[in-house]
């Protein structure tokens, strides 16, 4: 019984949003092992991390290679999201598991909401009405857009702050380090993309995540070969009609992504003559990836879609 009335206290949470019944934590609570917090993503994890330091005992839900519109919860990760103080989703209609496993877990976690106050994109395709796709009313792509995590940033030092008062001084200074760095990746990636002709920022993705992204740095996203979500398979149809796209525009890549499979973006770069260029967007890579970092994946990504799309071979 207590099980199902805590599942509809997160729920209540979650509708209401940002720090909504947050508080700090008892004083018992905050251990030597500090606020214990949850963590979607490890794009999330990551950038909550720079802020959290040592001051949080962070778990992350979902491990380097997971997408995260296939995402499922292990008993561990239900354990996790029982015990958590505050838990950091990207929010957007990403995380579609969340209310299922909030129910599921219990707990009295407070919900903080990395989309909130973002100005979120509509879905990547309006017709995507299928809730198991993975894609709903916006597009939730927000972390390809560095301003959108600078965002973040200031919200979890808010979040954290407010939950452990003790250690506010080092959140907020470490916040404010890690500002200044995602002000200088900014910075570089304009300046990279600045090296590539307007009239060649297309991107064809394996999926649309490059949303954000492309209104932030100024490209189109023209086609993907998942164009609803990586859960739903294109058709032939979708196929024909985005090699008819790449064709057209003479587009020189298909950008895939490490948490989905290549084999249709194989088959269009095939039967195009194009190049296939591999990303990170859902997950951050493995070590030695080059990729292993909120920064460096951003920094991969943009070396990668630079060099195969400003034209020189
Ligand atoms: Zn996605």
Redesign the pocket.
Known sequence: MSRIQYGMVALVILSGLVLAGCGTAPAGQQSATGVRVVATTNIVGDVVAQVAGKDVQLTVLMGLGV???TYVATPRDVAAVHDAQLIFVNGAG?ETFLEPLLQQAGGQACLVDLSQGLDLLPAGHAEAEDEHA??GEYD??VWLSVPNVMRWVDTIATALSEADPAHAEGYRSRAAAYRQELEALDAWIRQQVAGVPPERRKLVTN???FGYFAREYGFEQVGAVYPV??AAEPSAQDIAALEDVIRRLGVPAVFTESTVNPKMAEQVARDTGIRLVRLY??SLGEPGSGAETYIAMMRYNTRAIVDALKGSE
């Open positions: 997408d995260p519109h990403l993975g894609e939730p792509h999926h649309p995540a979500s990586p967007t859902g």
